[in-house]
C-alpha cells in the first residue's frame, strides 16, 4: 500500500513504475517516474545527476544492479509514510508535465515477429507464393530503421510524399494515399556489447532495460514500390512514434507466458524453453477514439530475447539506446490486427467507423492511439503509457 | 606553393586538406589534417575547442561558411611563410599518430546505385527475372544500415557467424563462408534538417561536408538466406569501415563530371541538369597487396546529390553525422567490379593471384585495402585515404 492516493485500478500503480523524460514550464527535461496520476521527480528525489541528463542513457547504462536497486529504493520511498515528507514535494501532476523523447536512440531495429501479420501481408504482396517466406520460421527476419526519425507520442504525423507506382503508368510523386500504422512494442537496450560477441538468449535481462509501446508508421504505396529487393526505407523513415514511459523488464515478470510452440524447431542459439520471454501484453489500437482491435503480443512467434540474440549472433554490438520492436502485433482474428492494411485487407474491405464514415487507410485529421496493459502481480495491472498521432496534411 | 616540403605528387597537397580525428601516444583524440606526410593538430593550431571533441561533429554542425573559412585559412597558414613558426610545430609525422573514427555516426544509408552492380548481382540472385528491378531506374534503392558497426580502417574483420541455408538441407549455424567486400564512397551530412522537411537536390552542397571510401563487409550466404523479404540485415550489420580521412566537399569541385544519361528521366525532384554531382573518383581494391580492380565511381548512375533529396522527399530528417554510402562502386569490365562476388561470378570463376593462389571470397588473413584518387586542380591528385581490414578467424 502507498500513501499516496492512487485511483482505483491504476495501471501505473507501485507495481509498475515507468521511467520518461519530462519537463514542466520552464523547466529542464529530467528523469521521472509515473505513480498513479503524478511524477515523481526523479532529479530532485534522488539529487542524482544522471537523472537530469533529459535522457534514460545514462541510468540504462547502468546496468541491472542500478536498475533494481533505484526500484526497490522508489518502493522503499511510496509505501513506508516516513518517506512522505521528503518525497511528496517531488511529486508533480501528470497533466502538468511535458513528455519528450525518453532516449538517445542509437541503432533502431525493426522485426517482424507476428505470423499472423507476416502470412497476412505475404497473401496480399504476393499472392502467387507461400504466405511465409521460407526463411520465416528460421529466423527474426528483421531489418535497420532511420533512428534520427523516432519521436516521441504526439509528434504530428505529416503525411509523406514519395514515389508510388499506379498498377498502369509510370511512377508518380505525391502525398501517400495509403498512410498506414504499426502497432509494435519496443524494446531498449541498456547495457552495451563489444564489437565480435554475441549475446546469448539467457542474458536477455543483463542488456534490456525495458519496453515501451511503438507505432512505427508506413505508407503502403511508397513501401510497395521501393522494397524489393533491399526493403522497406523512405515508406517508414518519415516516423516512428514511440510512447514517453518505458516499462521496466522488472514490471513484466508477472506477465511472462509460454511462447508459441515452435514447428521447425529454431537452430539452438534461438531455443528459449529455459529463458521464455512470451508476454501477456493486449495492445488496443484506437481510430479517432473508438477501438479497433486488441492485438495480443503474447501470440508472437519470436520473443525479444530472441531477436536479441539473433540481432547478435554475427557480432554485431550493442548500444546503450538501441531499440528494437516487434513488428506488427496480429493475432488471428479481424479485431486483433495492428495495421490498416490487415483491417481493411489492403484497402479492399473499408473498415466501418461508429461515426457513419469508413476508413481503409489514414485521412488528414485521423488520430492513432495505441495503448497496452499486462497482467502485474496480487491482481494489479500495468499499463503501458500510450503513443498517439494525428494526421496531417502533406506539405 | 608550400613553405612545407611535400612529397612530390602526393596526393594530400594544399588542394586536398583532408580532415580526421588522430590521437599520439597517451594523448587525447582530435581533429587533424593531413598534409603531405604529416598531420596539422587543429585543436593545438586554432585553439578551437571545437576541434578537441574527438570527433568531426562539431565543426561538420557548423556548416558551410565554416567550413570555407577555415579551408581559406589552412591555405593561408601553409603557403605564407609568415605563419611558419606558428604553425610547424602543430605538425605532427602521420607515422607517429593512431586514426580513430572520424565522426559520430548518426543514422548510416546504404545505397544501391551503380547499374553494372545492380545488374551484376540480380543476374546472380535473380537469374529468371530482368536484372534491374522495374524501381530502379526511377529511385535510388536503398536501405539503413547499422550505425554502430561503422568503424574507422584497420579495425580487425572477425568472421561473422550467422544462418546459411545449403542448396538441400536445413539451414546452419556458422561461420560465413561467403564473406565479402563492397567497396563505396561514403558521404557525410554536417548540416541536419527539420522533420517534415524535404532537402531539394540543388542543396547537396549546404548540408554534405565532406566524402570517405566505405568498405560495407558483406557476408553472402547470410544476406542471401535473410534478405527476403525485408532487405539485408545480418548480412551487412558484423561491420562496416570507413576510412579516417574525410574529403572535403570543396576538395572535389575538379572532380566534377556529368552523370551518366539517365533513361527513363526520373522524377523532377531527382532531376540534376543544373546540379550534376557526378565525381571522377578512381578506386582501387587490393588484396594483400595486389591489384585487383579499378572501379570507376564517375559510372555511378546516381549521383549523392540525388540520393541527398531522394533520402529526405518523404520528410526524414538528417542529423549530424549521417553517413549515406554509394553501394558498390562497378563498372563494365571485370577489373573494374567492387566486389569479389562479382569478381569470382558468385564464386564460380575462382580470381587467380599473383602468389599462384586464387580466391573466390575471403580467406583468413586476408587483408583488403581501398584507396581512391580524384583530379584536383592544376594537376594535382585528391587521394582518400585508405580503409583497409583483416580477415580474422570466427569467434
Redesign the interface.
Known sequence: MSWLDLPAGTGFGLTNLPYGVFSTSGTARRTGVAVGDSVLDLAAATGDPVHATGSLNGFMAQGPGAWAALRQRLLEWLTDPAHRDAVEPHLVPRSEVTMHLPVEV??Y?DF?SSQHHAENLGRM??PDSPPL???WK??P?????????V?VSG??V?R????R?PVDG????GASQRLDIEAEVGFLVGVGSP????VPLADFEQHVFGVCLVNDWS?RD?QS???????????K???TSVAPWVVPLAALEHARVPPPVRD?QP???LRDDDHPWGLDIELQVRLNGELLSRPPFREMYWTPAQQLA??T???????TG?LFASGTVSGRGRDERGSFIELSWGGTEPIGLQDGTTRTFLEDGDVVTLTASAPGPDGTVIAFGEVTGRIEPA?
Open positions: 542509437a541503432d531495429v517482424y504482396f504476393r517466406t521460407p526463411n528460421h529466423l527476419i528483421g531489418y535497420h530503421g532511420r533512428s534520427g526519425t519521436a509528434t504530428p505529416v509523406p510524399w514519395g514515389q507506382k509510370d511512377p508518380v510523386l564489437l565480435g560477441t554475441p505508407a511508397l514500390w521501393e522494397y524489393v529487393p533491399l526493403g522497406p526505407f523512405l515508406g523513415s518519415f516516423l521447425p537452430l539452438p542459439y539473433h540481432m549472433v554475427n557480432g554485431a554490438s550493442l548500444r538501441d506539405r
